[in-house]
C-alpha cells in the first residue's frame, strides 16, 4: 500500500535519531498492514472455498483454498475445509476417469486424514425421478466380501504390492457394501479404484461392477441436459460393460438406445456468424441473442454459442412458456482462456468458474453479460454456462421485483447436472446436523445471501425447496407465483397458486418430502432451531 505526503527529510546530528524512530514506526505500521491484509485474504479463500462446496464446484474450492495455503499458519477451521475440496475433488475426478489428478489430489487428502483411502462416505446420488429408461434389477448372487486382515503395527519392512492388496480389499468390501444398498454409483467409483490399487481384487465381482457401469450410463442419458451427452464416451463405457460381463444382455439394449438417441440428435444447429479476431484480440461469434468474445477454437465458441441458445430456449420454455422475440440488447458472452485472465478483466476471484451480470430500468432489460474462463471447458458447457446463462433468463421477468436470491439460485442449479443437483439435495442432513436449517420464511424473505458459514444450507434448501414446488404444479406456477408474492406477499401468494394457508403449512409438505431425498436425517422437524 502507497502512501503519499509523508515530506520526511533527514538532516545530520540529533534530527537522525528521529528519522530512525519514524523508519521503525513506519515499518511497525507496515508489518501490521501486511498482516491485516494476510488474515483477509485467508478468510476471503475460505469463504469462497466453502461457496464453491456449496455448489459442489469441488476444484474450484481446491484452487482457491490451497492459493492461501502458505498463509494460514494451520489453521484448522481452513483444513477441515480443504480436506472437504479435496474428498470431493478425488470423487469427482474419478467419475470423470482422470484418474491420475485424481491420485495426486487423493495424497493430498490423506495428509489430511490418513483414512481417506479407506472411505467411502462421498455425498449419494438419488436415483433419478422419472428416468426414460430404466436399469432393470441385477438378477446374480451376491459376490463374496472381502475382510482383509488388518495389520496391527506398522511394519517398516512391509511389501508395497500387499499394501495395495489391502487397499484394495478395503475398497472391495466398501463396493460390495454399497452395491447392496443400491448405491450404484458411489459402487461403481469404488470398484474402479479397487481394481486400480489391485487388478485382480475385482474378479469375482465383474457381473455387480459391469451393472455400475450401466447404471452410470442410464443416469446420464436420463439427464435433462442443455449439452447433448457425449454418446461416444457413452457407447465406450457401455463396451466396458459389455466386455466384462457378457451374460447382462441389458447392456445391448443400453447400445442400442444410445443409437437410438445419438441419430435423434443429429437436427440442424443454429446458424453462427463467425467474425474474425479485431486488433482488441478478441474473435466474435453471433447468434439471435448472443455475441461470444473469445480467443479460443471457432469450434469451442461454436459450441458455447449453441449452448446458450439452448439454454436460453429451454429456460423460457420450462418456466415462463417460451419468449415471443429475441432479446434486445443481446447477451454478450466472454471466453477468456485461464482463469487468471477472467480475473484479472473482470476482478472476479480466480476461483470463481464464472459469473453473469444485467442492468434493468423497472421490467426492462437494458444489458446481459456473461463471463467465463476455459480452463475445464467441459465442466463450463455442461454446467457453468447453462447456470449462468439461467439466471439471465430470469432477469426481468418479474416486473420492477428482483428475483428472490433463494429462486434464482435453486432455478439456476436445476439447469446443471443432475449429479451436482443431488449433491445439494442430499446435503440437507449435514446441513441441518452442523449448522441447523433456515425455515422456509426465512428462506423465502431473506434479501440476499446468508453469511459464509451458511451458504450451504442456503443452496442446498434453496435447490430442494424450487425442485418441490416445480414439482407441485408445475413451473410455471412456479414462476408465476413468485410475480405475485412480489406484490400480494408471500402467505397470500401461496394459497392462491398452491393453497397452502401458510408458511406452517407448506414447511410440514417440504419437509416430508426434502427428508425423504436427504440422505441420513430424522424423520420429522427438519427446519426446527432455525434462526
Given amino acids: 500500500m502507497t502512501r503519499d505526503g509523508l515530506g520526511i527529510s533527514v538532516r545530520a546530528g540529533a534530527t537522525l535519531v528521529v528519522a530512525l524512530s519514524l523508519s521503525a514506526l513506519l515499518f511497525a505500521g507496515n508489518e501490521r498492514e501486511s498482516a491485516v491484509q494476510t488474515c483477509l485474504a485467508v478468510q476471503t479463500a475460505l469463504q469462497q472455498g466453502r461457496q464453491f462446496i456449496a455448489k459442489s464446484d469441488y476444484l474450484a474450492a481446491v484452487r482457491v483454498l490451497e492459493g492461501q495455503l502458505s498463509k494460514i499458519n494451520g489453521d484448522k477451521a481452513y483444513l477441515d475445509v480443504l480436506r472437504d475440496a479435496y474428498r470431493g475433488a478425488?470423487?469427482?475426478?474419478?467419475?470423470?476417469?482422470q484418474n491420475e489428478e485424481a491420485q495426486r489430489y487423493l495424497e493430498r487428502l490423506q495428509i489430511l486424514d490418513p483414512g481417506a483411502a479407506m472411505d467411502g462416505s462421498m455425498p449419494h446420488g438419488a436415483k433419478s425421478p422419472t428416468p426414460a429408461i430404466e436399469t432393470p434389477p441385477l438378477a446374480v448372487k451376491e459376490g463374496p466380501v472381502a475382510r482383509g486382515k488388518v495389520d496391527e503395527q506398522d511394519d517398516p519392512f512391509r511389501d508395497p504390492k500387499k499394501d495395495k492388496q489391502k487397499t484394495a480389499r478395503g475398497l472391495l468390501a466398501q463396493a460390495e457394501e454399497e452395491f447392496t444398498k443400491n448405491r450404484?454409483?458411489?459402487?461403481?467409483?469404488?470398484?474402479?479404484?479397487?481394481?486400480?490399487?489391485?487388478?485382480?481384487?475385482?474378479?469375482?465381482?465383474?457381473?455387480?461392477?459391469?451393472?455400475?457401469?450401466?447404471?452410470?450410463?442410464?443416469?446420464?442419458?436420463?439427464?435433462?441436459?442443455?449439452?447433448?451427452?457425449?454418446?461416444?464416451?457413452?457407447?465406450?463405457?457401455?463396451?466396458?460393460?459389455?466386455?466384462?460381463?457378457?451374460?447382462?444382455?441389458?447392456?445391448?439394449?443400453?447400445?442400442?438406445?444410445?443409437?437410438?438417441?445419438?441419430?435423434?440428435?443429429k437436427t440442424p444447429a443454429l446458424s453462427v456468424k463467425h467474425a474474425p479476431r479485431g486488433a482488441d484480440g478478441w474473435a466474435c461469434a453471433e447468434t439471435p441473442n448472443f455475441r461470444v468474445f473469445h480467443n479460443q477454437t471457432k469450434e469451442l465458441a461454436e459450441q458455447v454459442a449453441q449452448t446458450a441458445e439452448r439454454t436460453r430456449a429451454t429456460m423460457s420454455r420450462k418456466w415462463f412458456g417460451g419468449f415471443k422475440d429475441d432479446w434486445n440488447p443481446r447477451c454478450d458472452l466472454y471466453l477468456h482462456a485461464t482463469s487468471a485472465d477472467y480475473s484479472q478483466a473482470t476482478g472476479v476471484p480466480a476461483g470463481s468458474p464464472g459469473h453473469s451480470s444485467f442492468k434493468t430500468e423497472g421490467s426492462r432489460v437494458t444489458m446481459r453479460r456473461i463471463d467465463l474462463h476455459c480452463d475445464d471447458p467441459e465442466n463450463m458447457l455442461r454446467a457453468v454456462l447453462p447456470h449462468e446463462a439461467t439466471h439471465v433468463v430470469l432477469a426481468g421477468q418479474f416486473g420492477d421485483q428482483a428475483v428472490p436470491r433463494w429462486a434464482d439460485e435453486g432455478i439456476a442449479v436445476l439447469t446443471e447436472p443432475r449429479d451436482k443437483v443431488e449433491g445439494h439435495l442430499h446435503n440437507l442432513g449435514k446441513c441441518r446436523a452442523e449448522t441447523g436449517l433456515f425455515s422456509v420464511k426465512q428462506l423465502m424473505t431473506m434479501p440476499d445471501y446468508p453469511e459464509p458459514r451458511y451458504i450451504s444450507t442456503f443452496y442446498a434448501q434453496s435447490v430442494s425447496l424450487v425442485d418441490f414446488l416445480a414439482g407441485e404444479r408445475g413451473p410455471e406456477t412456479l414462476t408465476k407465483f413468485l410475480r405475485s408474492a412480489g406484490k400480494d406477499g408471500y402467505e397470500a401468494s401461496l394459497k392462491q397458486h398452491y393453497g397452502y394457508r401458510s408458511f406452517?403449512?407448506?414447511q410440514q409438505k417440504w419437509d416430508a418430502k426434502a427428508l425423504a431425498n436427504a440422505q441420513g436425517t430424522a424423520a420429522t422437524g427438519l427446519a426446527q432451531g432455525g434462526r
Fill in 90 to 97: 478425488v470423487k469427482e475426478l474419478r467419475i470423470a476417469k
Fill in 184 to 265: 450404484f454409483r458411489e459402487a461403481g467409483a469404488l470398484f474402479d479404484q479397487a481394481h486400480q490399487a489391485d487388478a485382480t481384487a475385482t474378479d469375482a465381482s465383474k457381473e455387480r461392477w459391469a451393472y455400475c457401469l450401466l447404471h452410470r450410463v442410464v443416469q446420464q442419458l436420463n439427464e435433462p441436459a442443455n449439452v447433448p451427452p457425449a454418446y461416444a464416451e457413452l457407447e465406450k463405457e457401455t463396451r466396458r460393460a459389455v466386455e466384462m460381463a457378457p451374460r447382462l444382455d441389458y447392456g445391448k439394449q443400453v447400445l442400442a438406445e444410445i443409437g437410438k438417441r445419438r441419430a435423434a440428435d
Fill in 504 to 506: 406452517d403449512e407448506l
